[in-house]
């Protein structure tokens, strides 16, 4: 190879202090969680039932935040810098084996809604007085959101072929059967 793309191709390694920070902000989100159950179980006694749902959505929204972390970490890893090597590992992610930068971009714009959606629910339930306004922008948010993740799983659709059933003629319809053979009716 010569030393301009060798260069180039091996930057991709930049890349790795990036995903171990990532590794980092997952530990604190641990912590962060840990911290939560335990205000939660040492004042479920005085808090309603209101608080308590609040503290359970906010407990819900850091295990989606470090699903979103690990899908970054696992699926950009494997995408951009190097293959993990997990194959026939049985605690290997089932999405992992077709992962590219498309599934992973519609995985990603996917948590993004479901912590929105959180988000928006504790607002909507929130003891706290929300003004108009934060609610408002709230659902423009998540609405932008659902639009973006609609509009790039379509393109991913259109532009590869991550989603083989779609390619796929329905069964029957194959000139050769769905065998390859001659279907029965094909010389009636």
């Known amino acids: 190879m010569r030393p301009l793309p060798a260069i180039i191709f091996m930057s991709r390694w930049l890349q790795v202090p990036l995903y171990l920070g990532l590794i980092v902000a997952q530990g604190v989100y641990v912590v962060l969680f840990l911290k939560e159950v335990w205000h939660l179980v040492t004042a479920s006694m005085t808090l309603d039932e209101t608080n308590i749902m ?8 850091v295990v989606m935040i470090s699903n ?10 494997e995408t951009f810098v190097s293959r993990l090597g997990v194959e026939g590992h049985p605690d290997e992610p089932e999405w992992l084996d077709h992962v590219n930068a498309g599934v992973l971009k519609v995985k990603l714009s996917m948590a993004l ?8 629910l504790k607002t ?8 108009t306004h934060t609610i408002m922008w709230q659902v423009i948010i998540h609405i932008a959101f659902l639009l973006s993740a609609v509009v ?16 796929q003629e329905p069964a029957g319809l194959h000139p ?7 279907p029965l009716n094909a010389h009636d």
């Open 124 to 131: 909507f339930i929130s003891p706290d007085q929300n003004s």
């Open 113 to 120: 809604i479901s912590i929105s959606s959180i988000h928006l």
């Open 152 to 167: 790039m799983a379509l393109v991913d659709r259109l532009t590869t072929h991550t989603h083989p059933k779609h390619f």
């Open 68 to 77: 979103l972390l690990i899908m970054v970490i696992i699926g950009g890893y």
């Open 54 to 61: 609040l503290v359970v959505l906010g407990l819900i929204d």
């Open 176 to 182: 050769l059967g769905s065998n390859g053979s001659t």
